[in-house]
């Protein structure tokens, strides 16, 4: 703490100030209140989706500076000073560095990303165009603590000069100086004991506001957000900036630091062994293998399009009729089940390009980002193709423009890749987000032929309500429904990939590219009687599972017109060793844990919830996930039967989702490739 002699002369107003600054209340109470404006300023540069800080968030931005800097309290003042400018430079760095960070991600910076050398490189030199004049409303308490400590210091200079030449300085110490200089010991334990009382007083406080509200949003329209984690900006929402960098540290540390989880050399081994057997057996050098291969690759991606609408009309309208042509010409899988879990979109992106089981909690593209996986655009990558993946969102939606980079694509074109001259729901319409995206792909120079391109579309996004200029079906007794809306907007999707189809083929990329098209996930619309109505039948417990996990699965294969219909059951881990297997790409090498969906074996479907299919049973698990508890149908009559009868497929499935666990706990890819290479 600054001092000054407090004779009669010198209480002027720096006397003042410096008492008032000397309170540890006042100057505790400053910090805070400096701290929180700047986590105003840093919201109000967001475009967030609470446009503002209500009362509740404010109060957790001021509990959160609390909890991290209580123990200043228990500091002699001196110590208290410095403690809190510190933490006042440190914090203030840390909300810039997330500001100029957001400006260009839309995200905030965590710690893989802090980890990954090289994830700044979009930054590079257009870093000084991210600065901005108004930023300097950050800094002006360092500017006026800078003056005010060279106002000081020329002050006590002054000071200094006159009182030598006065009588005062004959007293020599200071008043304060003989005050502090002569404590009694009960009063310097006093004095310990109230700075001690005052950070106990802090850090209780500081829990209260921070995890009052938090716990009050978590419950209600946050619920799920701690375990799925789905977008950075929402847990920002919850937690406010610092509960941000906490949780993510605190993520970051159970997945990474601490005793690390190893895999056992018997359980690597096993892993082997199940990954030799299972590419053995899919490995199949029949006539489709290689037959494509030097082709084209691209991947569409559609958000909740299921496959109960596959074929089906309303009042005589197709919904689908796009696609519907396109299976009288091409091969669809009729039986085909998206396995996402809590990462939705991005379990379904990861299950198709990386071939492995979602988790249980949260998104592989959240928590995963740095481990290693092979992947389809790795792989296709390693073998000559230009491999891009497009999707008109905010690029660190799912945190994908980490993950997209890690994963093998050479770019991501994100939102702001894209012209929204077709607004639409979240974003652009699907109609103009597919023909920019082709042209691209078809014209970029930084793109080669062959190319593999991952498409992800976004207008049947949930709740699915488009403009009336948009609604091109009569939808009858469901109009003003969910459900009428979902109809109209997945037949807008439908329209936007038949204009697609059409635009490859005045490209002339239709003969040379194969074109995959599948739903992402269900439509999160539970109620059955919808279902009931819509299909004109009662359905049953195995009829709803299969309609909410059953997504469609086009493949056009170049140079074909005749109509394949595989109803075995297939899943979207399946596609990536199915496109290797036509383009003759061996999956030896590679540890995926799909099926190769023209091996021409049968197939077994497992899904994140232990759910299973094979040509014959499906196999519904129980909440308990006791396998008696569970429910076994056959496929044939779709009456339950003996669960004995599932007993095979379950424990074939439990072992599936304990490699695959075990490959993102233990990050076993890694592992395995370092033994492989081991002399
Ligand atoms: C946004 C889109 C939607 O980028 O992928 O994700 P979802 O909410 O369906 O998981
Ligand atoms: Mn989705």
């Known amino acids: 703490m600054l001092r000054f002699p407090t004779t009669r002369s010198s209480s002027?107003?720096?006397?003042?100030?410096?008492?008032?600054?000397?309170?540890?209340?006042?100057?505790?109470?400053?910090?805070?209140?400096?701290?929180?404006?700047?986590?105003?300023?840093?919201?109000?540069?967001?475009?967030?989706?609470?446009?503002?800080?209500?009362?509740?968030?404010?109060?957790?931005?001021?509990?959160?500076?609390?909890?991290?800097?209580f123990w200043t309290l228990w500091l002699p003042r001196r110590g208290q000073t410095i403690a809190l400018i510190s933490l006042?430079?440190?914090?203030?760095?840390?909300?810039?560095?997330?500001?100029v960070y957001y400006r260009y991600f839309q995200d905030f910076i965590t710690v893989p990303v802090l980890f990954q050398a090289g994830q700044m490189d979009a930054l590079g030199g257009s870093i000084f165009a991210l600065l901005r004049p108004t930023d300097l409303y950050l800094f002006v308490d360092w500017i006026l603590l800078i003056a005010f400590g060279i106002g000081i210091?020329?002050?006590?200079?002054?000071?200094?000069?006159?009182?030598?030449?006065?009588?005062?300085?004959?007293?020599?110490?200071?008043?304060y100086y003989a005050r502090t200089s002569h404590f009694r010991p009960s009063s310097r334990l006093m004095r310990v004991l109230k700075r001690s009382a005052n950070g106990v007083v802090a850090l209780v406080l500081g829990c209260i506001l921070t995890f009052g509200p938090i716990h009050s949003y978590a419950t209600t329209w946050a619920k799920?957000?701690?375990?799925?984690?789905?977008?950075?900006?929402?847990?920002?929402?919850?937690?406010?900036?610092?509960?941000?960098?906490?949780?993510?540290?605190?993520?970051?540390?159970?997945?990474?630091?601490?005793?690390?989880?190893?895999?056992?050399?018997?359980?690597?081994?096993?892993?082997?062994?199940?990954?030799?057997?299972?590419?053995?057996?899919?490995?199949?050098?029949?006539?489709?293998?290689?037959?494509?291969?030097?082709?084209?690759?691209?991947?569409?991606?559609?958000?909740?399009?299921?496959n109960f609408v596959v074929g089906r009309s309303i009042n005589g309208q197709e919904v689908t009729p796009n696609l519907n042509s396109l299976i009288k010409e091409n091969t669809y899988f009729s039986n085909y089940y998206h396995q996402t879990s809590q990462g939705r979109t991005s379990d379904a992106d990861f299950a198709s390009?990386?071939?492995?089981?979602?988790?249980?909690?949260?998104?592989?593209?959240?928590?995963?980002?740095?481990?290693?996986?092979?992947?389809?655009?790795?792989i296709l990558k390693s073998k000559g193709y230009s491999t891009n993946a497009f999707h008109a969102y905010e690029g660190s939606f799912w945190n994908r423009q980490i993950m997209y980079k890690a994963i093998g694509y050479d770019r991501f074109y994100s939102k702001k890749d894209y012209k929204i001259d077709e607004?639409?729901?979240?974003?652009?319409?699907?109609?103009?987000?597919?023909?920019?995206?082709?042209?691209?792909?078809?014209?970029?120079?930084?793109?080669?032929?062959?190319?593999y391109s991952?498409?992800?579309?976004?207008?049947?996004?949930?709740?699915?309500?488009?403009?009336?200029?948009?609604?091109?079906?009569?939808?009858?007794?469901?109009?003003?429904?969910?459900?009428?809306?979902?109809?109209?907007?997945?037949?807008?999707?439908?329209?936007?990939?038949?204009e697609l189809v059409s635009d490859m083929k005045q490209r002339g990329l239709w003969d040379n590219t194969i074109l995959a098209f599948y739903g992402d996930h269900d439509n999160s619309i539970q109620e059955t009687s919808y279902y009931e109505q819509f299909l004109g039948k009662s359905l049953n417990k195995l009829d709803m599972h299969q309609i909410m996990h059953q997504v469609p699965l086009l493949i056009h294969l170049p140079g074909t017109n005749s109509s394949v219909v595989d109803s075995n059951p297939a899943g979207q881990l399946d596609l990536t060793p199915?496109?290797?297997?036509?383009?003759?790409?061996?999956?030896?090498?590679?540890?995926?844990?799909?099926?190769?969906?023209?091996?021409?074996?049968?197939?077994?479907?497992?899904?994140?919830?232990?759910?299973?299919?094979?040509a014959k049973r499906s196999y519904l698990p129980s909440e308990n996930g006791q396998f008696d508890s569970g429910t076994c149908y056959s496929l044939d009559s779709r009456e339950t039967i003996d669960v004995a009868g599932c007993s095979t497929g379950f424990e074939t499935s439990k072992q599936r989702l304990q490699i695959s666990d075990d490959i993102m706990k233990y990050d076993g890819i890694k592992m395995l490739r370092k033994e492989e290479s081991a002399p």
């Open 423 to 451: 607004p639409l729901g979240w974003s652009l319409g699907d109609k103009s987000f597919l023909r920019q995206s082709l042209n691209i792909m078809d014209t970029a120079e930084s793109i080669q032929k062959p190319f």
């Open 88 to 99: 006042n430079l440190l914090l203030t760095l840390v909300i810039y560095a997330d500001i």
């Open 224 to 306: 799920g957000l701690f375990t799925g984690n789905w977008w950075s900006l929402a847990m920002y929402n919850v937690t406010g900036l610092i509960g941000f960098h906490g949780y993510d540290i605190y993520l970051y540390a159970k997945d990474h630091l601490g005793p690390q989880p190893e895999l056992s050399q018997k359980e690597a081994s096993s892993m082997k062994l199940w990954f030799n057997e299972h590419n053995a057996e899919q490995s199949t050098l029949n006539d489709s293998f290689g037959k494509y291969s030097g082709s084209n690759i691209v991947v569409i991606q559609a958000e909740a399009f299921m």
């Open 12 to 69: 002027s107003v720096a006397g003042t100030i410096t008492s008032v600054i000397r309170s540890c209340y006042i100057g505790y109470i400053f910090f805070l209140g400096i701290m929180l404006a700047k986590l105003i300023i840093l919201h109000s540069g967001l475009h967030a989706p609470n446009i503002d800080m209500n009362r509740q968030d404010k109060l957790i931005a001021v509990g959160s500076v609390m909890l991290l800097s």
């Open 578 to 614: 199915s496109l290797l297997h036509l383009l003759g790409i061996s999956q030896d090498p590679y540890y995926l844990m799909g099926n190769n969906l023209f091996s021409g074996r049968e197939r077994l479907v497992t899904l994140r919830t232990g759910a299973f299919a094979d």
């Open 153 to 175: 210091g020329l002050y006590r200079r002054y000071f200094r000069t006159y009182s030598s030449n006065t009588t005062f300085s004959t007293h020599g110490q200071s008043h």
């Open 454 to 498: 991952f498409l992800t579309t976004l207008s049947s996004h949930h709740p699915y309500s488009l403009p009336a200029d948009k609604q091109g079906l009569d939808t009858g007794e469901f109009k003003g429904t969910i459900f009428g809306d979902y109809l109209q907007a997945v037949h807008y999707t439908d329209e936007a990939l038949g």
């Open 353 to 378: 390009n990386g071939s492995l089981y979602p988790l249980v909690s949260g998104s592989i593209f959240v928590r995963y980002p740095d481990h290693q996986f092979d992947t389809l655009p790795a």
